[in-house]
């Protein structure tokens, strides 16, 4: 695991596009293809939009595959839809191709619409139990959730490699999330936290023994690739080793 903690948002955000520009040229040439797991929120739209625009001559955008590492149950259309964000900030500027984004159906129930995906993926990489992501890109929640692993949630216990659908209390919605045993079969992951508010999660995740029902995004342990953290200063202020 590595840490990289940079002055600004905005340097935290430079490094994490130069990071996948390169993780992605290297999958496509290792296998014809750059599979990556987009995360949602608001954090990394200034990546997608920064890659759309400085970094859309440095990779083959033909040969990137997008998937969703989690989304909310809302239509394609809604503004709280992982899906929407990332098609105006990344995929249209880019015109990226129909075939080579593969977002979660939310028009059908939530249980059909993990199960769905789960088959998507599948089908994707060819095998029942062995996707391997090329990056998982994910941030975390101010209550050191990832994805949507929330604390104290069935998810947590789930040790399937698959998508699955679940009704987080705390925010009173349906979440489709990716278990962490698929997350963990990426090839690299970058976390990309940034702000005062995120410090204390950090630190948890970070320094804090192993309690993966309160510090969800401790899970995400790589069975065989690298997780590096992309912070800024001040997402990174509470830690005591830097």
């Given at each position: ?7 600004s ?8 596009a130069d ?13 014809g ?6 995360s ?20 083959e955008?033909?040969?990137?595959d ?5 989304e ?7 503004p ?6 990332a ?22 129930p ?11 993926m599948q ?5 029942q ?7 998982d890109?994910l941030?975390l929640g ?7 692993l929330?604390?104290h ?7 399937t490699?698959s ?10 919605a ?6 962490a045993?698929l ?18 999660a ?5 320094e ?10 401790q ?5 065989n ?18």
């Amino acid at each position: 695991m590595a840490i990289r903690v940079f002055p600004s948002v905005e340097e935290s955000n430079k490094a994490l596009a130069d990071y996948f520009v390169e993780t992605g040229r290297q999958a496509i040439a290792a296998r014809g293809r750059f599979a990556v797991a987009l995360s949602g929120g608001s954090s990394p739209k200034k990546l997608f939009e920064l890659l759309a625009s400085d970094y859309r001559d440095q990779l083959e955008w033909e040969r990137v595959d997008f998937f969703w590492g989690d989304e909310r149950y809302v239509p394609h259309t809604d503004p709280q839809s992982n899906y929407l964000m990332a098609k105006k900030a990344l995929l249209d500027p880019l015109n990226i191709q129909p075939a080579h984004i593969f977002a979660v159906e939310t028009d059908l129930p939530p249980a059909e619409a993990a199960a769905a995906y789960t088959r998507t993926m599948q089908q994707y990489f060819g095998s029942q139990d062995s996707l391997p992501l090329d990056l998982d890109l994910l941030g975390l929640g101010d209550n050191a959730h990832t994805a949507s692993l929330f604390p104290h949630t069935s998810v947590l216990t789930n040790d399937t490699v698959s998508v699955q659908a679940l009704y987080i209390e705390e925010v009173q919605a349906n979440r489709i999330t990716m278990t962490a045993p698929l997350l963990n079969q990426a090839r690299a992951t970058a976390f990309l936290v940034y702000g005062e508010g995120k410090a204390e999660a950090v630190r948890q995740i970070l320094e804090e023994k192993r309690d993966v029902q309160q510090y969800p995004a401790q899970l995400i342990q790589p069975e065989n690739g690298n997780v590096t953290w992309f912070l800024d200063e001040a997402a990174a202020s509470k830690l005591t080793q830097k």
